[in-house]
Structure formats: C-alpha cells, structure tokens
C-alpha cells in the first residue's frame, strides 16, 4: 500500500465534478483535484496532507445529510485557501486533475508523481487493453467505453444553499476518466454574485455508489447575462430521443437510502444491466450544456443527442461490464491510505 508523508475569491465558486466509469466488480476511485477542491489538504485542521484520498472514497446507501457535498467525512467544512479557485472560462476551456489521490497530480510533491494515467503510472499499451482495467481504477475495456464524466454550477455563495433544484450540469466530457488530465469546455455562464457561485461534484463507478465533492471556481472571460434555469432530473432514454429530459438537468443521483433522482431496472440495449451515466443513455450531450438558460444562449442550443455516441456495455468471459451494477457489491479500495 502506498503511504506517503502529510504535509474566497471574490467572483469564486464551488463546484462539483461527477463521474461514472464502467466494468466489474471492483471500485474505480477518481476524483477531480483543483487548487479550489474542498478538503484538499485532507481533513485534519493545520495539516496539509498531500497523501490525501477523502474526495475519493465512494458513497453509497447513505442518508442526504450525509452523501450531499461529502458531509460524511466533514469533506464540506474544509474549504480550500483563500485565494485557490478553479477557473470556469465562459466560452472556453479548464483541465483537471483525474487521480486516485492527490500524490498523483501536480498539487503534492511538486508533481514528482504524476503520470499519463490516474495512478501515478504510464501504463505502455493500455489504449490496446480488451479487459476491464483495475489498474488504474477507471473500470472500463478503453477509452471509447469510459462512460463520461460532468461538471455542475449553483449561483449562491453559500454551500447550505446548494440543494439538487439549483445545481445545473454545464459542462460533459464523454469518455473519461481515462488520462489523468481531462479538458472540459463551458457555456456562456454568467459571472456569479457577490461572494460567489456554489458548485458540486458527483461520480459513481462500476459499483451502486456514486461519489461527490465540492469545489471553489471562478467564471471568467466572456460572461453572459442569460440566468440558468431550473435543472430537471435525468432519466433513462436510451434510444429514444424524445424522452429525454430537455434543457437544464440535475446531476445524477442514486443507490443512497434518500435523495436518488434516477431509477433503472432491466437491461440496455446491449443486453447489460441498464447503468445512469454522463451520455447519451441519459440525454447528456457531450461539451457545453447551452440549453441550460432561461433563454437560449448565444452559443446556442446543445445539439441533439446522437445515439450513435453512446457508450457500449458488454459481457466478456461470462461477466457482465457495465457502468453501475443493479446488485450490491463489496466496496474495494486502491489501497492507498
């Protein structure tokens, strides 16, 4: 096991990152690392832990107080630096840190563990992999078949204030997590209010969990002045365009004890359990989000889904792979502590 040593913006806000991979049994854990991730230095007061983990940990069949914002491990109370932020360019793009712990990105050791992939290693020849990866744990065959992965936006400087009815997907990045960095692309935002914007980060991978953490970010550039509207929850529309939820959508919510937004039951059109991610199976464009405004955005409408895009289950040596399991599984770590 790895074990290494520890160690408001004005126009800023919070932000969350959610993403669901593919595959078997075991947990993928990755997050998104930015200077504005909350509890980046862990969660012991005065303690900069550059071996920290927190963000990662999976949540599942938990009650609201708990799974919302990574409250079960006090994740929420420990906001970043004054100062630190996530830049959202309006009209433009941001990278973050996918990995598996902040040792793996360029936030701890002056990035002398970094890599190509999530956990710290180059791994020769993954693009060419037919089975499901756990090494790192993106739980997927390849890159075509990550599932996608989003990023959310609510207009208060208030965390309290931030509930599933004002937190609005703006931005979908298809197949990721894959490389450690991944570059997502915004919409017109608008600039936030005085004390800034409040944001969310949700994920689940491969298992009935999911995973969620909160980030400080800052919109920028060319800011719009179009309100985003009222997000809807997602539902399943594999296949059928017209019953996808349209315009503005919550993040995906589900296997907690409350607050699931999202049920599935069967099988996808591939014959595997039916999993909610960040594609088209849900109605999720891939890029910017431009339908999420109260009117349309100069940008645009986001365009129609295309059907085509959307990830691919498959069973191989008898296993079934596919994005979320229906039935329970053991919660594995990496084991880095």
């Given at each position: 096991?790895?074990?290494?040593?520890?160690?408001?913006?004005?126009?800023?806000?919070?932000?969350?990152?959610?993403?669901?991979?593919?595959?078997?049994?075991?947990?993928?854990?990755?997050?998104?690392?930015?200077?504005?991730?909350?509890?980046?230095?862990?969660?012991?007061?005065?303690?900069?832990?550059?071996?920290?983990?927190?963000?990662?940990?999976?949540?599942?069949?938990?009650?609201?107080?708990?799974?919302?914002?990574?409250?079960?491990?006090?994740?929420?109370?420990?906001?970043?630096?004054?100062?630190?932020?996530?830049?959202?360019?309006?009209?433009?793009?941001?990278?973050?840190?996918?990995?598996?712990?902040?040792?793996?990105?360029?936030?701890?050791?002056?990035?002398?563990?970094?890599?190509?992939?999530?956990?710290?290693?180059?791994?020769?020849?993954?693009?060419?992999?037919?089975?499901?990866?756990?090494?790192?744990?993106?739980?997927?065959?390849?890159?075509?078949?990550?599932?996608?992965?989003?990023?959310?936006?609510?207009?208060?400087?208030?965390?309290?204030?931030?509930?599933?009815?004002?937190?609005?997907v703006f931005s979908v990045l298809y197949n990721t997590p894959w490389r450690r960095l991944a570059t997502y692309t915004a919409p017109?935002?608008?600039?936030?209010?005085?004390?800034?914007?409040?944001?969310?980060?949700?994920?689940?991978?491969?298992?009935?969990?999911?995973?969620?953490?909160?980030?400080?970010?800052?919109?920028?550039?060319?800011?719009?002045?179009?309100?985003?509207?009222?997000?809807?929850?997602?539902?399943?529309?594999?296949?059928?365009?017209?019953?996808?939820?349209?315009?503005?959508?919550?993040?995906?919510?589900?296997?907690?004890?409350?607050?699931?937004?999202?049920?599935?039951?069967?099988?996808?059109?591939?014959?595997?359990?039916?999993?909610?991610?960040?594609?088209?199976?849900?109605?999720?464009?891939?890029?910017?989000?431009?339908?999420?405004?109260?009117?349309?955005?100069?940008?645009?409408?986001?365009?129609?889904?295309?059907?085509?895009?959307?990830?691919?289950?498959?069973?191989?040596?008898?296993?079934?792979?596919?994005?979320?399991?229906?039935?329970?599984?053991?919660?594995?770590?990496?084991?880095?502590?």
């Open positions: 096991m790895l074990k290494i040593k520890h160690a408001n913006q004005f126009w800023s806000s919070i932000i969350a990152f959610i993403v669901i991979f593919l595959c078997d049994t075991t947990l993928c854990h990755i997050a998104a690392w930015t200077k504005g991730t909350y509890c980046l230095n862990g969660t012991t007061p005065g303690v900069d832990d550059e071996n920290t983990h927190l963000i990662v940990d999976p949540l599942y069949q938990l009650n609201f107080s708990d799974w919302w914002m990574h409250h079960v491990d006090n994740c929420d109370q420990f906001p970043p630096d004054p100062g630190d932020f996530l830049e959202i360019p309006a009209l433009g793009a941001f990278t973050v840190e996918h990995a598996a712990n902040r040792a793996f990105t360029t936030l701890s050791y002056n990035g002398t563990n970094i890599a190509t992939y999530p956990d710290g290693q180059d791994h020769p020849g993954l693009e060419n992999s037919q089975e499901c990866i756990q090494q790192p744990n993106i739980h997927t065959q390849n890159e075509s078949m990550a599932a996608g992965s989003a990023f959310a936006i609510s207009y208060t400087s208030n965390l309290s204030e931030v509930n599933p009815t004002n937190l609005v017109r935002l608008p600039p936030c209010p005085d004390g800034g914007c409040i944001c969310a980060v949700p994920n689940g991978c491969g298992t009935p969990n999911m995973y969620m953490h909160p980030l400080k970010c800052n919109v920028t550039g060319q800011t719009g002045n179009l309100s985003l509207a009222q997000p809807e929850p997602p539902v399943w529309c594999e296949g059928n365009v017209s019953a996808c939820t349209s315009g503005p959508k919550q993040m995906i919510y589900w296997n907690q004890l409350e607050g699931n937004n999202i049920a599935v039951s069967g099988q996808d059109l591939s014959g595997a359990p039916k999993s909610p991610g960040y594609n088209m199976n849900c109605g999720f464009a891939d890029g910017p989000q431009n339908d999420i405004f109260i009117q349309n955005d100069t940008g645009g409408p986001t365009p129609p889904p295309d059907l085509s895009a959307a990830p691919k289950s498959r069973h191989h040596d008898g296993r079934v792979i596919a994005l979320v399991y229906v039935l329970a599984t053991v919660l594995l770590s990496l084991g880095v502590t």
